[in-house]
């Protein structure tokens, strides 16, 4: 009990005090939760999404509640890359790890994104949402057709010296094929998941209940189909996975890491919490230390399969 | 709108003291809340939807913006008062709460109401669960000025808090859809006279939508200023989540949790309003 515990990870050359981070959507610009948590108790924070230029979103309504979850249709809404770089990211207090996310509509505008994005001080990394509709292939997600998700990756990462994540979508029938593709393309690492395209209806309207009619799916209700898919994809690549997906708890994170995932992201769960991403590292490293672990990175894959089952 | 200072918003579980039925599907709830900052009229609080267990139950998952009716500060907590009905599951498990169980709060959240200008005569025009909102812009505004207060309900068992606003000493009327209760009507009716009074006079109005939107016409016709206060689902309460965001007449949006819920009535796209 002599030596302390490291909680320090490496998620891809993004070096992290810890393996917590925040996900992108829920948890702005970095300040607005400010009030709730110290963000030097965290690894870092994925900011919401950003484009070239500004965007306002969908009508409401926007959201919904669902069986252990929620639905989202926010759609593209964020003040635009200039204006995070000029007035969000020194509004953040010194020392908090701060990874920019950024999607688009064509591949272009995406490497555009992350042209701007290079030299920003203050920023460690770009996260890549795949799960953004590609217009010129009439709306299908970019993250679930293999060649355009190359495409992509590889436009960014030609566009970017810093560290660079895919955010993959879940709406794919072969989840190790698409961590594939991002490692053969160069990405740094990969995020996952995001939301679960679902529905809902409100039977006495006979409506919808997004404007948008679909949503992403988010919440405890996905955690079990993200740690499936986070266990596939880490088992076919050597880059690092960052586990996302209804993770609300340290135990639940915990699940992300001994499935192969390098570090975490918390994010519906900010919303019932603000404080709870700094609880879950807490709590992470107060497992780590209950079950004989030096070095929290030592929990990735650390999981016990039965004999039958070993690789 | 108007310079204050915004008290600090704390996460914090507060402590069922009483949760009563108060007529129709009307609750009162009583909440003692540890290191209250104090709060601004028009403000907010979200809370866990029903008690919080020794299992941390997921489903209904978030939580739930409710007006602050008023508080009683004591030395070191708060007795933080909810007005609430009981609409859909949130509401019914949090209509189940017991005295001595825990509800987690975040708050207070949300913009105040713009500051009164002394001697000023307001209108305060609310309906349904939207009265909870302008009690405590009632209490402070009472005394700076002119205060009158209009409550609609669509019976005598629906309206809250009648006796809380009698008293504060302020003029008051109330309408019914039934006449069960004052006259009988719509509360815009009522507005609809006092407006055709003399004079300057600044409208505050918190309610369904309908009645929000009509309240906005009747004072814009009558060339006064009007503060609406919006209610919207919302799944964080303190920007984030961008699920509550309300259409502008100048294009786009505004979050009713972060620029809201008062805002100038003429900034709203009613029509566009869910």
């Known amino acids: 009990m002599s030596e302390p515990l490291d909680t320090r990870v490496d998620l891809g050359g993004i070096r992290l005090r810890n393996p917590v981070l925040t996900a992108s959507g829920t948890f702005g610009y970095g300040n607005e939760l400010a009030a709730f948590l110290d963000l030097s108790r965290i690894g870092g924070f994925v900011a919401k999404s950003l484009t070239l230029e500004p965007r306002a979103g969908n009508p409401p309504p926007r959201i919904a509640e669902t069986p252990s979850g929620m639905l989202n249709a926010i759609s593209l809404e964020n003040v635009g890359v200039e204006a995070f770089i000029r007035d969000k990211l020194p509004a953040l207090p010194e020392g908090v790890t701060v990874i920019a996310s950024v999607f688009e509509t064509e591949i272009e505008r995406y490497a555009e994104v992350c042209k701007r994005l290079a030299g920003v001080p203050r920023v460690a990394g770009i996260e890549v949402n795949a799960s953004c509709p590609h217009v ?135 919303y019932l919490n603000p404080a709870v991403a700094g609880e879950i590292a807490d709590g992470i490293a107060a497992y780590a230390a209950r079950h004989g672990f030096r070095r929290v990175a030592d929990l990735r894959g650390a999981l016990e399969l039965p004999s039958r089952l070993d690789p | 709108m ?87 599951r949130g509401t019914r498990l949090l209509a189940e709460t017991l005295a001595g169980q825990a509800l987690r709060v975040v708050g207070p959240l949300g913009r105040p109401f713009p500051a009164p200008v002394p001697g000023e005569r307001a209108l305060l025009v609310a309906g349904g669960t939207g009265i909870a909102s302008v009690y405590q812009l009632a209490a402070r505004i009472q005394g700076l000025g002119r205060t009158e207060v209009l409550l609609g309900a669509r019976t005598a068992a629906d309206l809250m808090g009648e006796a809380d606003f009698a008293a504060l000493g302020v003029a008051l009327r109330v309408a019914t859809e039934d006449g069960s209760r004052g006259v009988r009507g719509l509360v815009t009716e009522l507005l609809e006279s006092a407006l055709a009074e003399p004079g300057g006079a600044r409208v505050y109005t918190c309610g369904p939508k309908p009645m929000m939107e009509r309240v906005a016409r009747l004072a814009a016709a009558g060339g006064r200023p009007c503060v609406v206060s919006l209610e919207n689902h919302m799944a964080c309460g303190f920007g984030v989540c961008l699920g509550c965001a309300a259409p502008l007449a100048a294009g786009g949006y505004a979050l009713v949790c972060r620029d809201g819920p008062a805002f100038e009535a003429g900034a709203i796209a009613w029509e566009a309003l869910p």
Not at chain 1, 159 to 166: C, G, K, S
Not at chain 2, 28 to 57: D, I, K, N
């Open chain 1, 136 to 270: 010129k292939s009439g709306g299908i997600e970019f993250g679930q057709q293999p060649q355009v998700l190359a495409a992509l990756v590889r436009a960014t990462r030609r566009a970017t010296p810093l560290p660079l994540l895919v955010k993959l979508s879940p709406n794919v029938t072969d989840i190790a094929a698409m961590a594939r593709v991002c490692e053969g393309e160069g990405a740094s690492g990969i995020s996952l998941i995001n939301a679960v395209q679902a529905l809902d209806v409100d039977v006495e309207t006979r409506r919808p209940v997004l404007s948008n009619l679909l949503g992403g799916l988010s919440g405890p209700a996905i955690r079990p189909i993200a740690l499936r898919m986070v266990w596939q994809a880490s088992r076919a690549v050597r880059i690092p996975v960052c586990g996302v997906g209804g993770i609300a708890s340290a135990e639940d994170a915990v699940k992300f890491l001994l499935c192969g995932a390098t570090a975490v992201q918390v994010g519906t769960a900010n």
């Open chain 2, 2 to 88: 108007g310079d204050f200072e915004i008290p600090r918003p704390i996460r914090v579980d507060g402590e069922v003291v009483e949760n009563r039925a108060e007529g129709g599907e009307n609750l009162r709830l009583r909440l003692r809340v540890p290191g209250w900052p104090g709060f601004l009229p028009g403000q907010f609080v979200m809370l866990s939807p029903g008690a919080r267990t020794s299992v941390e139950r997921t489903d209904p998952l978030l939580p739930r913006p409710m007006a602050i009716f008023r508080t009683h500060p004591e030395a070191g907590f708060a007795l933080v008062e909810i007005l609430y009905r009981r609409v859909g």
